[in-house]
């Protein structure tokens, strides 16, 4: 069975230009006018988002009208969130390190990369069994698990893929394995 799936990050957010963990925050008003201008997209047999504010607004400013999915959720970083990532580094330099090197840690209480990577796999071979072509609306973390998954790559590599605001990511399936796909 033949799957498409379009991967949308959501739009700039004060936490994304303050390097902050985020928190339930809202798009910056520019985001939303930059995702409003953006390309219709294809037709899609399901649309799903994060349960995310930022998220939800997005596909908002996209005129998608989807459903929640608690899969798509952002990582959870726990006690992290809402905090700088200078705060943690000059106060808990060897958990944050251990976070960035370690896939299985989770220094902050919240959910390990290892962990975000088996959450979105499993989400993107449930797609795979019901075919047709899906849009998701989600975060930079969970498509860089995506990414890594498709690509069967090490979970070091999780730091490798780097997901700007609003990029849009497609992948294809015929059943049997995952594909990027990179359209112009």
Do not use: Y
Request: with cysteine.
């Amino acid at each position: 069975m033949n799957t498409r799936l379009t991967w949308i990050c959501h739009g700039a957010t004060a936490a994304n230009r303050q390097a902050l963990f985020p928190l339930d925050e809202p798009l910056e008003e520019k985001a939303v006018e930059e995702a409003a201008k953006a390309a219709a997209l294809p037709h899609a047999d399901r649309i799903v988002t994060s349960p995310a504010l930022r998220a939800r607004q997005t596909a908002d400013a996209l005129l998608l009208e989807g459903r929640i999915d608690p899969s798509l959720r952002d990582c959870d970083h726990g006690r992290w969130a809402g905090r700088s990532i200078q705060a943690i580094e000059s106060e808990e330099p060897e958990n944050l390190m251990a976070w960035m090197t370690e896939p299985e840690a989770a220094p902050h209480g919240g959910e390990s990369l290892l962990d975000l990577r088996k959450r979105v796999a499993g989400w993107i071979e449930a797609q795979s069994e019901q075919g047709g072509h899906v849009i998701a609306v989600s975060h930079a973390a969970v498509i860089r698990a995506a990414v890594a998954h498709v690509l069967q790559a090490p979970p070091s590599s999780f730091w490798l893929t780097d997901v700007e605001p609003l990029a849009i990511l497609r992948m294809t399936s015929n059943g049997s394995r995952w594909c990027l796909r990179f359209q112009h």
